[in-house]
């Protein structure tokens, strides 16, 4: 059974640094690639950022240059460094984990971790 714990939201100033982790209980080497998501009430769930096991990375444009997603695998967990937050940053934010093919199914959710940024 994969257990993804996310941690590290909060409320912090526009303009302020959050970092977020997720932390497996297990082996990350076990999976294709992890990511984050946010959700806002109301509107699809946006994926912020994601990293293969080879490295790669990829962000939503909205977070290019401000947000930065790494791995350590030997801590099992998965770290999203935001800085320069913004207002439209507020949502809950999940990690996945997936041994499919990128994000794809096989997949697995932590829990969620608010982030709050005020203006």
């Known amino acids: 059974q994969v257990q993804l714990v996310g941690s590290g939201g909060g409320l912090v100033q526009a303009g302020g640094s959050l970092n977020l982790s997720c932390a497996a209980v297990?082996?990350?080497?076990?999976?294709?690639?992890m990511g984050w998501y946010r959700q806002v009430p109301g509107k699809q769930s946006e994926l912020v950022a994601a990293i293969t096991t080879n490295g790669i990375t990829n962000y939503a444009d909205s977070v290019k240059g401000r947000f930065t997603i790494s791995s350590d695998n030997a801590k099992n967990t998965v770290y999203l460094q935001m800085n320069s937050l913004k207002p439209e940053d507020t949502a809950v934010y999940y990690c996945?984990?997936?041994?499919?093919?990128?994000?794809?199914?096989?997949?697995?959710w932590g829990q969620g971790t608010q982030v709050t940024v005020s203006s």
């Open positions: 996945k984990a997936s041994q499919g093919p990128y994000l794809g199914f096989p997949y697995f």
């Open positions: 297990g082996s990350i080497a076990s999976f294709n690639a």
